[in-house]
């Protein structure tokens, strides 16, 4: 790690906009170990399996119709960073930042800020589905940050294989609901202009806001849900450690989570998984993912604290 390179690419922000997106990788990248990626050819075939077991349970067990996305990829710290800092221009491109008297001094700041944010994330991410939003591309993409999963499974005193595993089976659930629901990205991508729109011109939409969180509340609680119903081996040790591990932390991570809103998105797996079991207990799996039918099978912000009224109005 190069924190004198990080600060330099940072204070040597340019450009015409409010981030220098170059600068925030190579900002992000130098101080984050890109960690090892020296994976034997019986390593990479263990994560394929794994993928290709997942995909096939939860087609069996949920009755969801999907296909793995056409990029599958075990990646460094580094490669998440490249692939992540594409995916937050895209977005925040959307958003009018006024930069103020100064603007090369906002931009700076601009500049820190997202290389912290993204640098942070780079050493705590496990997987992560990519539906890449607002890339205008159908070409969806799976990631695994190998040398984070190893560092975690020896962390949570787990079996590398087995937690490996798990995790693969909680990226391809991503994977089944965008697949059955070819309008989810769309409906994502209208609600996220639409905030940004308003929040461009000094406006906040809460009911925009409530429903983006509504809908990555189901997102991320059918994804728990699934993990754990269709993974073909014991889970509750890895459950647990990894809810410890959600809401652990020092002091200094515990600030750095709530800064980037991931106790919001803890929020969303506990609050969503909550609803779909009750929908599980009250009928099947089967049920439950109607919700990926159409757009209108979405629960309400009240639905997902009342899975019957959800029930009684979709099944």
Known sequence: ???YRAVRAVTDASGEGPVDW???GDAAKAVTAPGDLDLSATDRQAYAADVRAARDRIRAEAGV??????????QNRHHWVDANVATFERILDLLDADQGFIPGIARTVNTGS???AIGF?????LGQYDPRLLSGSDDHALYFVHP?????ARQLDADEDRFRRWIAFHEVTHAAEFGAAPWLSDHLEGLIESTLRDLSAARFDRDDFRAIDTTMTAVEGYAE???DRTFDDEYADLRAKLDARRQGGGPIAQLFRRLLGLGRKRRQYERGKDFFEAVVSARDLQ???LVWERPENLPSDDELGNPTAWLTRVA
């Open 121 to 125: 994330l780079a050493n705590n991410v």
């Open 1 to 3: 790690m190069n924190f």
């Open 114 to 116: 997202m290389a912290f």
């Open 225 to 227: 849900l699934l993990m």
């Open 148 to 152: 984070n999963i190893s560092r975690v």
């Open 65 to 74: 119709d999907f296909d793995l996305p056409a990029t599958v990829e075990v």
């Open 22 to 24: 170059v600068a925030v």
């Open 287 to 289: 049920t439950a993912s």
